[in-house]
T-cell receptor, first 114, second 115 residues
Framework: GEKVEQHESTLSVREGDSAVINCTYT??????FPWYKQEAGKGLHFVID?????DRKQSQRLIVLLDKKAKRFSLHITATQPEDSAIYFC?????????????FGAGTRLKVIA | GALVYQYPRRTICKSGTSMRMECQAV??????VAWYRQSPQKTFELIAL?????????EQNFTQEKFPISHPNLSFSSMTVLNAYLEDRGLYLC???????????FGAGTRLSVL
């Protein structure tokens, strides 16, 4: 089955700098890749996603890149702010509307230092 | 927008007892609901996927006998943890999506402690 590896377990950046979190997946059939943010003691908050028919998507300060050949996708947070500090989870899934599921990475704890 | 509410937010139960948690979708039709568990220091494990009017599909290591799920309509789902023990501790998340959409919207979770 699908396995998702999230390469950075922790990441510290200075406020205003960019943060990059990298994930790889194993199943070439995966075609939908969402990212979630988890703040201390809370659940998962959807932040951005990308589908396999594109290789880049941007939403304000968030950019997601997808390299299907390398089976790698990454989240770029530009102009980081202290409130970006949280644990970020990547996930991969099939995008058919049948019996799909998300497989999550282990999470990256991002700390933005003011 | 799509909102998912879970309750209770936190619960403590005695070892060997059972605990029911609920999930409510607001603003969209929860055609499919996925229940996940985040155990201490771990990522999210899928327990089961439920689609209205279809059979609930449990992942390996999770069974209906231990985690019975109800998904009676397009706005509500519940899951019970039967005979809870220490290894059942964690944050239980309900993620819901509507038909034709890929994105799961999660509730804030129910944090289960077992004494």
């Amino acid at each position: 089955g699908e396995k998702v590896e999230q390469h950075e377990s922790t990441l510290s950046v200075r406020e205003g700098d960019s943060a990059v979190i990298n994930c790889t997946y194993t199943d070439t059939a995966s075609s939908y890749f969402p990212w979630y943010k988890q703040e201390a003691g809370k659940g998962l908050h959807f932040v951005i996603d990308i589908r396999s028919n594109v290789d880049r998507k941007q939403s304000q300060r968030l950019i997601v890149l997808l390299d299907k050949k390398a089976k790698r996708f990454s989240l770029h947070i530009t102009a980081t702010q202290p409130e970006d500090s949280a644990i970020y989870f990547c996930a991969a899934s099939l995008s058919n509307t049948g019996n799909y599921k998300y497989v999550f990475g282990a999470g990256t704890r991002l700390k933005v230092i003011a | 927008g799509a909102l998912v509410y879970q309750y209770p937010r936190r619960t403590i139960c005695k070892s060997g007892t059972s605990m029911r948690m609920e999930c409510q979708a607001v603003g969209f039709q929860a055609t499919s609901v996925a229940w996940y568990r985040q155990s201490p220091q771990k990522t999210f494990e899928l327990i089961a996927l439920s689609t209205v009017n279809s059979a609930i599909k449990y992942e390996q290591n999770f069974t209906q006998e231990k985690f019975p799920i109800s998904h009676p309509n397009l706005s509500f789902s519940s899951m019970t943890v039967l005979n809870a023990y220490l290894e059942d501790r964690g944050l239980y998340l309900c993620g819901a999506r509507t038909g034709g959409q890929n994105t799961l919207y999660f509730g804030a979770g129910t944090r289960l402690s077992v004494l």
